[in-house]
C-alpha cells in the first residue's frame, strides 16, 4: 500500500515559490490571485512500515522550524487546486534523492519496482477565479505536458480525506524485448524505414547503407553470427553516427560558392579540414601551450607548469524547444561530461550561457509551442539549477531577443575544467584502449528519455517532432560521478574515458572502439530503470549523467569498490577488442554486426550549391533619416531596449562564488549591478595566475552579411578579454555555429543557397580573424537546422529560419590577476579616451533597429591593425596605466558610456568634437554606431603621459574627464550640448524593461 506526506511552509512564513507564480499569472494572463501556498507531496511506494515513513517524515523531509507535515492531506485554503507531477518514465530528481536519503536513514534498500515521487499542489486564493484560469496557470505556467501531468480541482471535488489520492508514475511496459530484421529491399524502402522511424538519413547515404548490407562478404560474416538483413539496433546505430549532430556532414560536406558581386566560383572540400583545422593545427605549432584539440571532448590548454585547463560549448535547442526546463538542464550537465570526458578526466571549474529567444513580449499571431517569456524563464531555471545543484559557478552569460527565434530557441552552453599536467607521470590530455579492456558504463539507469535526441537535433522542429528526445538531467548523480572518476582517475584506474552524450552508447561506445579496433558489448548488462526496453532503445537512449569508461581488467575490483564508496553505479557492459567490428549481443544473440570502418570511410559527402548575393543586390540601403532633436530621449530608450537593457535578473540566479575562485565576477561597480566585459577566475587557490573567459553574439549583421557578423563577432569576445586584462599571445577560441537549414529545396527551403552562402562566408571570416589574431580553436560545435514550422491565425503554417548565428567565446591565462580591470569609472578627474575609430557603420545596429531598419552599412573589421592595438591595450593594462577599460559594443558610444558611468556611479564629461572618427559628421552616427575595435578607458591625469606614448599610433584620442556628479554630458560636434543624463535617470531606463523580474 503506497503511502503519503504532505509538506508545506508555516503560515506566516512567504511562500516563494507561491509568490513568484502570483507575478507570473498576473505579468502574463493579468489573473489577479491573492495568495498561493505550494504543497510538496512525496509518495512512497515501498515495503515500509508506518513507523519507518514517520521517522522519514520527521528526520528527512519536515524542517521542523520552516515546515509542517502530515501523513494525511493538509489542510490549506484555496479557491481551486493544481496539482502538478511527473509522467511515467520521466527523471524525478527530487524522488531519487529521496529514495538514497531513506535507504540511508533506515539502512536498507528498496526492492526492485519500488520507488518514491514527488509532486506538488498549489492552492489558488483569488476573487471571480474560474476553471479556465485555473487550467491556464496549470497548463501554461506549472507544467509541460511533455514530461508531467496535471489535474485541476474545485471546492466540490475536493475530498480532505483523500487529497490527490496515490499517483504513482511507474512506467509499465508489457511488451518483452526483441530484435527486429528489417527488409531493405530497394532504397524506396529505405527512405520509408527512415521516416518512419525518425532515423533522419541522408537521401545520398541510403544507397551506401543498402550496398554496405548486399556485398557478399559482408553477408557472409552476418551469416556466421545468424545475421541477414539489417537489423534495428543497426540502423539506429547508423543513423546515430551519421546524424548532423553527431558527424558534422554538413561542415564536411563539398560547397560549389559562386559570389555573384565578383563572378568568382570556388569549390570548398569540407569547411572544417579548410576553415577550422587547418588553421587551427598551423597555430598550434606555434603556440606552445596549446595541448590539444580537435579530436577530443573538449580542448585543452596550458594553465601553468602544473596544470591544463580545458574548454567546449555546444547548444542544446531542439529539445529546449520541446520543454525548456529539461532542455536546459540536460545542455548544462551534458557539457559538464566533455571536460569530465577529456584526456584522463578533469575537475569541472565553470560554466557559461548564451540564449537566444523570441521576443519576451511577443503577441503576434504566431504559436511556438512554448510562448518566448515561458521558454526563456524555464531555460534560465535548468541551466541555474544545473550549475548550482553542481557546486559549479556560473559567472557569465549572455541573452539576446529577435524574432527569428521564435521558430526554434538557441542554448547555448559551455564548460570549462582543470586537470593535473601529469597523472602517475603520464600526460593527462592522452588516452587510449587496448584490446582486453573492459567497457563499463557508470551514472544513470538507461531508459526511453532521449531516444532520437541527435537525429531530432538534424531536423527542424515541427509538429512531427518526438518528445522521447527530451531529457531530465540530475546535477545530484552527476555530481557523485564527477568526484568518484576525479578519485579513480588519480589512482591510474582510467585507461580511457569519454561522456554518454548524442547517440548514449551508440556513440561512447561506437567512437571509444575505434582506439582498440573493435568492441563485444553484452546489451543486457546494461542497468535500466526499467524493464521493457528493446535492444535498440537500450543502445541509442541518451538517459543523462552516463559515462563510458576503459580500465585494465586487473584494475576492476578496487574501481568497483571505489564506485560503491561513492554511491555510483558501475557495470561492466563488454570488452574492447581488435577483430574490426562493433558486435552487439543480448542474452548470446546477436544484434549488430558492423564494420567499425563503415562510418568513417564508405559514406558520401553531402553536396550543397552556395550562391552569394551581396546585400545591395537583395535590395538592402541605408535609411535616409534626418538628424535627431531629442538624443536624451534616445539615449535613455535605447538603454531600454530588451538587447542592451539589464539582465540582471537572469545572471542573479547563478552562484558565481561556489568554487571560491572568482575575480571578476558578472556584476560590478559601485552597486555591483552593471554586468563586466568577461570574467576572470582563479582555478588553483595557489596560484595568482587567472583564467579569463569571454563570448559574444551579433546575429543581426547577418541579416546583411554573415562574414561581418563573424569578424564582428569575434573581434568583440577578444575585446572583451583584452578589457579585463588577457594576453593577446595566450587567446583560445570555441566557435559555436547554429544556421538555418542550408539544403535547397525550391518549395521547402528557396533561400537555401543563399543560407549556404552565409556559411561559407562566416567560415572564411572565421579562418581569417583566427590567424590574424592568433586564436587556435580549442573547440567547437555546430548546429543546423535553426528553422520551425508554427501554426497561424488561421491554422496556416509559417516556416520561420532564425539568424545566421556564430556564438565565439575565448578563454586565455592570466599571469596575475592583481592587474585585472574593471569597466567601471573609478576617480573624478580621471581622463576618459575612446580608442579605435568610428565611422559611418550602422548596418544591423541596436539604433536602426530600434528605428526599424537594417541598413546597408555592416562594421568592417580590419584585424591586422586592430591586433597591433590590442597589443599596446594589454601593455597599458599590465603597466597599470588604465583606471578602466571597456569595450564599446551593440548599442554604440552613446550606451557604453552610459554603462561606464552606472558603474562608477560617477559622472562623464564627453565632447565628441574629440572622438577619433572617419567620415562621420553627425552626432547619432557618432553616438550609435557599432564600428569595431574600439573602447571606452578612463585614465588618471599621473599616467596620461604615458598612456599616450603607449597608444601612439593608433587611434586614441582623451574626450572629457570622469566629473563627481553623476551625471552623462555629451557636447555634440557644434559644441552645443546634446544630453545631460543623470546616472540615476539612466539606471531607470536601463533597468527598467525586466527590473520587476529580480
Known amino acids: 500500500m503506497p503511502q503519503r506526506i504532505e509538506i508545506t511552509l508555516k503560515e506566516q512564513l512567504l511562500d516563494a515559490e507561491g509568490q513568484s507564480l502570483r507575478l507570473k499569472a498576473k505579468n502574463y494572463f493579468d489573473i489577479d490571485l491573492q495568495r498561493v501556498r505550494t504543497v510538496h507531496i512525496v509518495t512512497i511506494d515501498a515495503d515500509l512500515t508506518a513507523d519507518q515513513v514517520e521517522r522519514a517524515r520527521t528526520e528527512i523531509f519536515t524542517n521542523p522550524v520552516t515546515q509542517v507535515s502530515s501523513l494525511e492531506p493538509l489542510d490549506v485554503d484555496f479557491d481551486w487546486i493544481v496539482w502538478v507531477g511527473f509522467r511515467p518514465g520521466v527523471r524525478d530528481n527530487p524522488g531519487a534523492t529521496a529514495v538514497e536519503a531513506v535507504e540511508d536513514l533506515l539502512r536498507l534498500q528498496l526492492k526492485a519496482g519500488q520507488a518514491i515521487y514527488t509532486s506538488k499542489r498549489y492552492c489558488l486564493k483569488g476573487n471571480g477565479l474560474t476553471r479556465p484560469d485555473a487550467e491556464k496557470i496549470a497548463g501554461e505556467l506549472l507544467a509541460n505536458d511533455i514530461i508531467q501531468q496535471w489535474a485541476v480541482f474545485d471546492r466540490s471535488q475536493w475530498d480532505p480525506a483523500i487529497g490527490i489520492g496515490y499517483v504513482i508514475p511507474k512506467v509499465m511496459l508489457d511488451h518483452q524485448p526483441e530484435v527486429a530484421t528489417l527488409a531493405i529491399d530497394s532504397d524506396e524502402t529505405l527512405t520509408r524505414l527512415s521516416d518512419q522511424r525518425s532515423l533522419s538519413l541522408n537521401p545520398r547515404d541510403i544507397p551506401t547503407i543498402r550496398s554496405y548490407f548486399l556485398k557478399p562478404e559482408v553477408q557472409r560474416q552476418r551469416r556466421q553470427v545468424s545475421l541477414s538483413d539489417p537489423t534495428d539496433v543497426e540502423l539506429e546505430y547508423i543513423s546515430q553516427a551519421r546524424s548532423d549532430h553527431c558527424n558534422h556532414n554538413t561542415f564536411g560536406g563539398r560547397f560549389h560558392y559562386r559570389d555573384l558581386e565578383t563572378g568568382k566560383e570556388e569549390t570548398i572540400d569540407s569547411l572544417f579540414k579548410t576553415y577550422i583545422q587547418g588553421p587551427t593545427l598551423a597555430l598550434k605549432e606555434q603556440k606552445p601551450w596549446v595541448v590539444s584539440v580537435l579530436w577530443d571532448n573538449a580542448g585543452v590548454g596550458r594553465f601553468d607548469a602544473g596544470h591544463h585547463y580545458v574548454i567546449t560549448g555546444e547548444t542544446h535547442n531542439s529539445p529546449s524547444n520541446m520543454e525548456a526546463y529539461g532542455g536546459a538542464i540536460t545542455g548544462i550537465v551534458g557539457i559538464y561530461r566533455d571536460p569530465m570526458g577529456t584526456g584522463k578526466g578533469?575537475?569541472?571549474?565553470?560554466?557559461?550561457?548564451?540564449?537566444?529567444?523570441?521576443?519576451?513580449?511577443?503577441?503576434?499571431?504566431?504559436?511556438?509551442?512554448?510562448?518566448?517569456?515561458?521558454?526563456?524563464?524555464?531555460?534560465?531555471?535548468?541551466?541555474?539549477?544545473?550549475?548550482?545543484?553542481?557546486?559549479?559557478?556560473?559567472?557569465?552569460?549572455?541573452?539576446?531577443?529577435?524574432?527569428?527565434?521564435?521558430?526554434k530557441c538557441l542554448v547555448f552552453v559551455t564548460a570549462l575544467g582543470i586537470m593535473p599536467a601529469t597523472i602517475n607521470g603520464e600526460p593527462s590530455d592522452q588516452k587510449t584502449i587496448l584490446p582486453g579492456d573492459l567497457?563499463?558504463?557508470?551514472?544513470?539507469?538507461?531508459?526511453?528519455?532521449?531516444?532520437?535526441?541527435?537525429?531530432?537535433?538534424?531536423?527542424?522542429?515541427?509538429?512531427?517532432?518526438?518528445?522521447?528526445?527530451?531529457?531530465?538531467?540530475?546535477?545530484?548523480?552527476?555530481?557523485?560521478?564527477?568526484?568518484?572518476?576525479?578519485?579513480?582517475?588519480?589512482?591510474?584506474?582510467?585507461?580511457?574515458?569519454?561522456d554518454n552524450g548524442g547517440g548514449g552508447l551508440s556513440s561512447s561506445i561506437g567512437e571509444s572502439a575505434l582506439f582498440s579496433n573493435g568492441c563485444d558489448i553484452q546489451l543486457e548488462k546494461v542497468p535500466l530503470k526499467y524493464d521493457g526496453l528493446d535492444q535498440w532503445e537500450i543502445w541509442i537512449s541518451e538517459s543523462q549523467e552516463r559515462m563510458t569508461v576503459a580500465i585494465d581488467p586487473a584494475h576492476l575490483d578496487r574501481f568497483m569498490a571505489l564506485s560503491r564508496q561513492h554511491a555510483v553505479e558501475s557495470s561492466v557492459i563488454g570488452t574492447y577488442t581488435d577483430t574490426g567490428k562493433l558486435h552487439i549481443s543480448y542474452n548470446g544473440a546477436t544484434c549488430a554486426y558492423i564494420d567499425l570502418d563503415l562510418l568513417t570511410s564508405a559514406f558520401p559527402q553531402w553536396v550543397f550549391e552556395a550562391v552569394w548575393r551581396p546585400p545591395a543586390l537583395r535590395g538592402l540601403t541605408e535609411p535616409v533619416l534626418g538628424a535627431p532633436e531629442d538624443c536624451e530621449s534616445l539615449i535613455l530608450d535605447m538603454l531600454g531596449r530588451p538587447n542592451i537593457c539589464s539582465k540582471e535578473?537572469?545572471?542573479?540566479?547563478?552562484?558565481?562564488?561556489?568554487?571560491?575562485?572568482?575575480?571578476?565576477?558578472?556584476?560590478?561597480?559601485?552597486?555591483?549591478?552593471?554586468?563586466?566585459?568577461?570574467?576572470?577566475?582563479?582555478p588553483v587557490l595557489t596560484s595568482q595566475q587567472g583564467l579569463l573567459f569571454s563570448q559574444a553574439l551579433i546575429p543581426m549583421i547577418s541579416a546583411i552579411d554573415a562574414y561581418h557578423m563573424t569578424t564582428c563577432t569575434i573581434d568583440e569576445a577578444v575585446r572583451r578579454a583584452i578589457a579585463v586584462g588577457g594576453d593577446p599571445e595566450h587567446l583560445g577560441g570555441v566557435d559555436n555555429f547554429c544556421w538555418p537549414t542550408i539544403q535547397y529545396d525550391p518549395l521547402k527551403n528557396p533561400d537555401g543557397k543563399h543560407k549556404a552562402a552565409q556559411l561559407v562566408r562566416?567560415?572564411?571570416?572565421?579562418?581569417?580573424?583566427?590567424?590574424?589574431?592568433?586564436?587556435?580553436?580549442?573547440?567547437?560545435?555546430?548546429?543546423?537546422?535553426?528553422?520551425?514550422?508554427?501554426?497561424g491565425r488561421y491554422g496556416e503554417t509559417h516556416k520561420v529560419s532564425a539568424l545566421e548565428t556564430l556564438q565565439f567565446s575565448i578563454t586565455g591565462v592570466i599571469k596575475d590577476v592583481g592587474r585585472c580591470l574593471t569597466m567601471d569609472a573609478k576617480v573624478p578627474g580621471d581622463r576618459v579616451w575612446v580608442v579605435g575609430i568610428t565611422r559611418n557603420e550602422l548596418g544591423g545596429s541596436e539604433y536602426y533597429e530600434h528605428l526599424g531598419h537594417v541598413g546597408l552599412n555592416a562594421p568592417v573589421v580590419d584585424p591586422e591593425s586592430f591586433a597591433a592595438c590590442y597589443r599596446s591595450m594589454a601593455k597599458a593594462v599590465e603597466k597599470g596605466l588604465l583606471a578602466s577599460c571597456h569595450g564599446i559594443?551593440?548599442?554604440?558610444?552613446?550606451?557604453?558610456?552610459?554603462?561606464?558611468?552606472?558603474?562608477?556611479?560617477?559622472?562623464?564629461?564627453?565632447?565628441?568634437r574629440q572622438v577619433p572618427s572617419d567620415g562621420v559628421d553627425r552626432d547619432d552616427t557618432l553616438l550609435f554606431s557599432e564600428s569595431a575595435g574600439r573602447f571606452v578607458v578612463t585614465v588618471a591625469p599621473e599616467n596620461q603621459d604615458a598612456f599616450e606614448r603607449l597608444i601612439d599610433g593608433h587611434p586614441a584620442a582623451c574626450v572629457g574627464e570622469v566629473t563627481e556628479t553623476p551625471q552623462l554630458e555629451i557636447t555634440g560636434i557644434d559644441g552645443q550640448r546634446l544630453a545631460a543624463l543623470p546616472v540615476e535617470r539612466m539606471k531607470s531606463a536601463w533597468k527598467g524593461p525586466f527590473g520587476d523580474l529580480i
Not at 474 to 493: C, I, N, S, V, W
Not at 763 to 787: E, N, Q, R, T, W
Request: some cysteine.
Open 346 to 407: 578533469s575537475r569541472l571549474i565553470m560554466g557559461s550561457y548564451g540564449y537566444c529567444v523570441g521576443p519576451r513580449d511577443y503577441a503576434g499571431d504566431l504559436k511556438p509551442r512554448l510562448h518566448p517569456r515561458r521558454l526563456l524563464d524555464g531555460v534560465i531555471e535548468g541551466v541555474r539549477d544545473g550549475g548550482n545543484k553542481s557546486g559549479i559557478p556560473t559567472p557569465f552569460g549572455q541573452v539576446m531577443f529577435h524574432p527569428g527565434y521564435l521558430g
Open 439 to 498: 567497457a563499463i558504463m557508470l551514472g544513470g539507469r538507461v531508459g526511453k528519455d532521449g531516444i532520437h535526441g541527435v537525429t531530432a537535433s538534424s531536423a527542424s522542429f515541427s509538429e512531427h517532432t518526438p518528445a522521447g528526445h527530451v531529457q531530465i538531467g540530475d546535477p545530484y548523480t552527476q555530481k557523485k560521478m564527477h568526484d568518484f572518476l576525479l578519485e579513480a582517475r588519480d589512482e591510474g584506474l582510467i585507461r580511457f574515458i569519454t
Open 649 to 682: 535578473w537572469v545572471c542573479r540566479q547563478y552562484d558565481h562564488e561556489v568554487q571560491g575562485t572568482s575575480v571578476i565576477k558578472p556584476l560590478i561597480g559601485a552597486g555591483r549591478d552593471v554586468p563586466t566585459d568577461a570574467a576572470v577566475i582563479r
Open 762 to 791: 562566416s567560415c572564411k571570416a572565421l579562418k581569417a580573424m583566427c590567424m590574424a589574431y592568433g586564436i587556435p580553436l580549442l573547440s567547437g560545435k555546430d548546429s543546423m537546422y535553426v528553422d520551425g514550422h508554427l501554426p
Open 889 to 912: 559594443y551593440r548599442g554604440g558610444l552613446a550606451v557604453h558610456l552610459g554603462l561606464v558611468a552606472m558603474g562608477g556611479e560617477l559622472g562623464l564629461a564627453v565632447d565628441l
